[in-house]
């Protein structure tokens, strides 16, 4: 099965009316204790096209094969549920689907999770990390939201650490987001000298991301000098890990974290300390690969309209998730775009099973 691509928000409505598959008890994966249970998806194979290649963590800890392409994700119960539906949208629209290998990172409950998502996309290659939390402890500092105050909120930091020294790029995800176009178009892009792509936002007022503390003093200041930093959503990020590693980059960003920590300089969780170290360092990625804060920001009911322009990633950034605001029966005209995508086992569907 090829799956078709869409450049375009009115494409993708085409697609939304296509994508609901004739799920039956049956075709159902199996639940794990008080782990959210899912649908089986169906198999994604690749065209004629595509290159055929294969993932081996063990043969490829120091090789790099061209023809891959890898994704990283979080793990954990609360968010399960919007991390299958992204690994689902990503295979749904991939010109070539079996080329592509998720990385997912998890600090708990690692073997229930892997067996999850193996029931849910038998066909999936896949490797699950452990993340181990004592690398953040003692680094993080309370914020505005509990939720960005989680250690596996940090482990984007520490990809480049987590990963076989033989995968060289990433394409970082969030959890709370859903992809309608080939997502080998982003995996693409040159990122030239820079260590992070990733969509700019240089209206937004950046002096809100840190406290007066922070401007008022000089030396924290002077780690802008010759750069003209604006604001980006660090969900959606490619890196350049072997650039990454050669730099420290994950020193870098930790050094920030200890300031915090000593200093309070920003009121957010991970996303302030990649701001400093890269913020006016990025490759600019087109803005329809981070159609963000769909959740409504930091604020409870507030639906968001999408940004202009093309559409490939939506991205519900912010307090409010499409599978709560579904669930509630109080969901944001924009959920209805989430939950084609959704593969969640509802138990009054399937009690017979």
């Known amino acids: 099965m090829t799956p078709h691509t869409h ?12 994508v609901t598959l004739p799920f039956t008890a049956a075709a159902t994966a199996t639940n794990f204790g008080d782990l959210p249970g899912f649908r089986e998806a169906p198999a994604f194979r690749n065209g004629r096209e595509c290159p055929k290649t294969t993932w081996s963590s063990a043969v490829e800890k120091n090789s790099f ?4 392409i890898h994704i990283a994700m979080t793990l954990d119960v609360t968010y399960l549920r919007g991390s299958v539906a992204g690994v689902f949208s990503v295979l749904q629209h991939a010109s070539c689907p079996e080329n592509i290998v998720f990385h997912f990172i998890a600090t708990h409950r690692r073997a229930e ?3 999850v998502i193996a029931a849910t996309f038998p066909y999936l290659s896949f490797h699950l990390y ?17 939720a960005l105050d989680q250690p596996l909120n940090y482990a984007r930091i520490y990809v480049a650490d987590l990963l076989p020294a033989g995968v060289r790029r990433i394409i970082y995800f969030d959890s709370d987001l859903i992809v309608v176009d080939d997502v080998a178009k982003l995996w693409s892009i040159n990122l030239g000298r820079h260590v992070v792509g990733a969509p700019e936002y240089c209206h937004a007022n950046f002096t809100n991301y840190f406290t007066q503390k922070f401007w008022s003093n000089p030396v924290f200041t002077a780690s802008f000098r010759g750069r003209k930093p604006c604001y980006f959503n660090t969900g959606v990020m490619v890196i350049d890990l072997g650039r990454w590693r050669e730099g ?14 000593r200093y309070r300089i920003y ?3 991970s996303l302030p300390p990649f701001l400093l170290v890269f913020a006016g360092d990025v490759e600019r990625v087109e803005h329809r690969w981070n159609q963000h ?18 559409v490939s990633l939506l991205h519900w950034s912010g307090k409010g998730k499409p599978w709560l605001r579904l669930d509630s029966r109080r969901p944001c005209p924009l959920d209805s ?7 969640f086992r509802h138990s009054s569907l399937f009690s017979d099973s």
């Open 7 to 18: 450049n375009t928000l009115s494409s993708f409505f085409f697609f939304v009316a296509v």
């Open 65 to 68: 094969n061209p023809s891959l």
């Open 113 to 115: 999770l892997r067996r």
């Open 130 to 146: 452990h993340f181990d939390t004592n690398l953040v402890r003692g680094k993080i500092s309370y914020s505005i939201r509990r």
């Open 248 to 261: 420290k980059y994950t020193e870098k960003v930790e050094h920030w974290m200890r300031v915090q920590k």
């Open 267 to 269: 009121e957010l969780g």
């Open 293 to 310: 804060g769909l959740g409504g920001d930091n604020l409870v009911g507030l639906c968001r309209d999408l940004h202009p322009g093309q």
């Open 337 to 343: 775009l989430w939950e084609p995508y959704d593969l």
